[in-house]
């Protein structure tokens, strides 16, 4: 049994009453955190050095490019990143003065709003996705057992079901299928 990462010179540290977690699933879950906070500083910082726009910006853009038309309501783009709707208006807000993105009258239901992927937003799509691609790779998959890749896959996507069932938010629809880059318009 993994030795408890709170231990400390003066005895093991105890958990807190009705955790609910073994020490396994704990230092685990330790081991998730640090590696996702890392991670998504390390990107933003590269998106922004490289591509001018920050991670919230290209989950928003990688969203859009991925919709029909580059559009979606502005609920649909919160289910589809797991963001709150009123994060979501304020990031669109942000983005629509740089001219990233546009908002509009929802083709579907007028009482809503759609974010609507603009040329200029396409195009900070294209510059920033080799860049953050490149990251990735050496961050997340180079330092990884390639025997490890599958299991892996298959671990994130048993959490990420457990979050849709259990989770706040609407099932998205769809799946996201463009991060290449390379989709053609």
Not at 33 to 51: D, F, K, P, S, T
Not at 117 to 143: E, I, N, Y
């Amino acid at each position: 049994m993994p030795k408890d990462l709170r231990d400390s010179a003066d005895g093991p540290a105890t958990r807190p009453a009705g955790s609910g977690l073994t020490a396994e699933q704990e230092a685990t879950w330790f081991a998730y955190m640090r590696v996702a906070l890392r991670l998504n500083y390390e990107i933003n910082r590269g998106l922004q050095a490289e591509g001018d726009v920050s991670l919230q910006d290209f989950h928003v853009l990688n969203a859009l490019a991925d919709s029909p038309g580059g559009r979606l309501q502005l609920s649909d783009l919160a289910i589809r990143i797991g963001w709150e709707r009123s994060r979501v208006s304020h990031q669109v807000l942000r983005m629509e003065a740089r001219g990233l993105v546009e908002r509009r009258p929802s083709s579907a239901d007028a009482r809503a709003t759609d974010a609507v992927l603009t040329s200029q937003g396409r195009d900070a799509l294209h510059r920033a996705t080799p860049g953050h691609a490149a990251l990735v790779k050496r961050m997340f998959f180079d330092g990884l057992d390639p025997g490890l890749l599958a299991p892996l896959q298959t671990a994130l996507e048993q959490i990420h079901e457990q979050i849709l069932v259990h989770g706040t938010l609407p099932r998205p629809s769809g799946r996201q299928t463009r991060w290449s880059g390379t989709d053609e318009d």
